[in-house]
């Protein structure tokens, strides 16, 4: 492991080494369970309470004393499958959007584009628990997420498959008037050309033996097709724009195992420093850059709500007391 995360030239010494004893934590839930021990298994537990305490203390001092590192720097190949993972549902966003644009053009509604605005979540939902309206956006209608306010999920306990993927943000749709006109060739060519970048960064992955069975952008264009196809049954809206979106999401599997062998056979094989500008070049665009800091607003909104602070005072602990007392 530490080989693949360029972590070989740590040295492991007892300064900066730390072990934790796990027997309290196993005590403390099985007492929660109701479960009686002996006297014996009490005392064996609250020594290995003191040694994770001290342990604890050690490891704060330790951190105290040292410089802090821009993790944005770092680069390896687990950080960057789990940027690219990240960066899943911004990419496909981004992708739709552009494919709507497109439809727009090619029945020569010009004077007009769709944009999205992404607000963050505060729980954590999934395809699957979240709220889904249906909302006409120009002559398109489109499944908008939102919290299940009306259940009051405050977690997302849907196991894991492939038939949803986790929401974090809420992406809406305007109607606007565009700053440039763009015609249906280029938004087009733009469209398959930015596919392809993304399935650059998937044969990255695979090149490494880091993708799984399923890459992380089937999921959502799975879910895209669905929407579409949802909607296009829908018997009293008309749904004729949204059947050529649905044409388009239809072909997309084919057209990913097309760029799949035109890099196979461009034998192309990115550094993980490339890997990274890619990853940075797509960042940059604004559709994507928005939903990135998006997400990670939700994310601290999150983690805030799910905090427990406990005041120093409350601290009873004398091996622990001595470490607040020195900060």
């Known amino acids: 492991m530490l080989k693949q995360e360029h972590l070989k030239d740590i040295l492991f010494e007892m300064k900066n080494t730390f072990c934790f004893d796990s027997e309290s934590f ?3 839930a099985a007492r929660k369970c109701h479960v009686d021990f002996d006297e014996f298994v009490k005392v064996e537990s609250i020594n290995s309470w003191t ?5 604890s203390v050690r490891l704060l001092h330790f951190i105290l004393k040292l410089e802090p590192y821009n993790l944005n720097e770092w680069q390896s190949i687990r950080k960057a499958a789990l940027e690219i993972s990240m960066l899943a549902r911004p990419l496909m966003e981004t992708l739709r ?3 709507y644009n497109w439809k727009l053009c090619e029945v020569g509604l010009t004077d007009k584009e769709i944009v999205i605005n992404t607000i963050p979540v505060k729980m954590k939902i999934c395809s699957n628990c979240a709220q889904c309206n249906i909302v006409q956006v120009g002559p398109f209608y489109i499944s908008e997420y939102q919290s299940d306010k009306n259940k009051a999920v405050k977690h997302c306990l849907c196991p894991f498959d492939d038939s949803h993927f986790l929401i974090e943000s809420i992406v809406k749709y305007e109607f606007v008037t565009p700053p440039t006109k763009l015609s249906s060739d280029y938004l087009k060519d733009s469209f398959y050309k930015f596919l392809l970048k993304c399935d650059r960064l998937i044969h990255f992955l695979r090149q490494k033996g880091l993708l799984n069975e399923i890459d992380p952008y089937i999921n959502v ?3 895209f097709l669905n929407e579409e196809q949802h909607i296009c049954n829908i018997s009293h809206i008309n749904s004729n724009m949204n059947k050529r979106v649905q044409e388009v999401l239809r072909c997309l599997r084919e057209s990913r195992e097309q760029n ?3 890099l196979i056979q461009l ?3 990115l550094s993980l420093s490339q890997a990274y500008q890619l990853i940075d070049e797509l960042k940059s665009i604004p559709t994507v850059n928005q939903q990135i800091d998006i997400i990670k607003i939700g994310r601290q909104l999150v983690m805030k709500a799910n905090e427990h602070q406990v005041k120093i005072s409350f601290i009873k602990n004398k091996i622990f007391s001595k470490l607040t007392n020195s900060l």
Request: glycine share 4%; hydrophobic share 30%.
């Open 51 to 55: 040694t994770s305490v001290t342990e």
């Open 26 to 28: 196993r005590y403390l």
């Open 221 to 223: 264009l799975k879910r």
């Open 260 to 262: 799949g062998k035109r």
């Open 97 to 99: 959007l552009i494919l």
């Open 267 to 269: 034998n192309e094989k």
